[in-house]
């Protein structure tokens, strides 16, 4: 069963959750002075539109006409029920799950890449920098600015980008250029390429590079795929569809899960339903955010000041941490691989209006191979999370005899991600 909507139908604005928020949220603070940082500060790494929406309170923000017809290349994206998932556990719940596998990258990361590019180029950037972990985010950069003719130089975690050449070699194609990190090629990366030139990396240490560069570049940016509030904003258009077709298809759900890394699929999908729990509507719902056990930061960081990056580079802000020096273990969906979470999404977590759940990787391949040899779609590492959490919602229905409606967000395929379905199906993937 698939639910679709026309193109005519894709959202025309963001919806922005600021305005419901059961308190403000902290602002970053200057490291040096502790004082928050004015978004002037901001414009140093982003361009003024993008900063004028990480602080905007605005409810809804107009999606330009330039993102829009790009959108339209894979926008709206399907809704989908999965029956033979149902039909396989034996369970009374109904299943349903946003595709975004369908990208031209195969993943939910477009939705902000190309608004990025957009908000950059209408600025008079010439390049973009960034960083990306399993390698979703730099290849939807790379492919966005194509669209804009702007320079993209991706710092890529080093275990990914070993584990993963064909989203590198997906990167050049869309003309980007990709760096393994730590590199030797700035400050931030030199010191630990150094120690070890091998060393496996972090998405903290990534975004170092990628600062650096954007910093010491009089005509460059950078460009960041999570955690940030416009990043968040730009998702939303992922929950503003699916509300739609989960209505048309005569359903409203009981539970909303997403994979959360930074945060940004996760709060793409959740913020419009979020909205209807703030508001006292809908004040049931469950949403329920997924993460690795290997890099447990909603489950066991601590909420406070912490840097967005390893070398401290950028503000102060207030999230759920590891500790913004942790390096996780190499587990292979690197896009959760990152010490802290949205601000958004930690402020809800903290007030209770989202739960948590971690799994470790065995776990969540075992879901993803069995989604796989159900629904057809072999998930990313990433999705398989949210997957996994989705599957024993439905056997924990089962038990009880409840007929509850789930609905995930596919944030991605995992086509890219082969080598580790291998090593799981030869039992050599390691329960990290």
Known sequence: MKILLSEEEIPKSWFNITPYLPKPLEPPLDPQTKEPVSPDKLLAIFPEPIVEQEVSEKEWIEVPEDVLRVYSLWRPTPLHRAKNLEEYLQTPAKIFYKNESVSPPGSHKPNTAVAQAYYNKVSGVKRLTTETGAGQWGSSLAFATQFFNLECEVYMVRVSYNQKPFRRILMETWGAKVIPSPSPYTRAGRKFYEENPEHPGS????????????????????SLGSVLNHVL??????????????????????????AVGGGSNFAGLAFPFLKDKLTGEKPHLEVIAVEPEACPTLTKGEYRYDYGDTVGLTPLIKMHTLGHEFVPPPIHAGGLRYHGDAPLLCLLYHEGYISASAYKQRAVFEAAITFARTEGIVPAPESAHAIRKAIDIALECKERGEEKVILFNLSGHGYFDLSAYDMYLKGELPDT
Request: hydrophobic residues 35%; negative net charge.
């Open 233 to 258: 904003l730009h998702q939303t258009v992922i929950g503003l569809e699916a509300k739609k077709q989960m209505e048309k298809a005569g359903y409203y759900p009981d539970y909303v899960v997403g």
């Open 203 to 222: 998405l903290g240490i990534a975004i170092s590079e990628a600062i650096e560069k954007a910093l010491t570049s009089s005509d460059t940016k950078y």
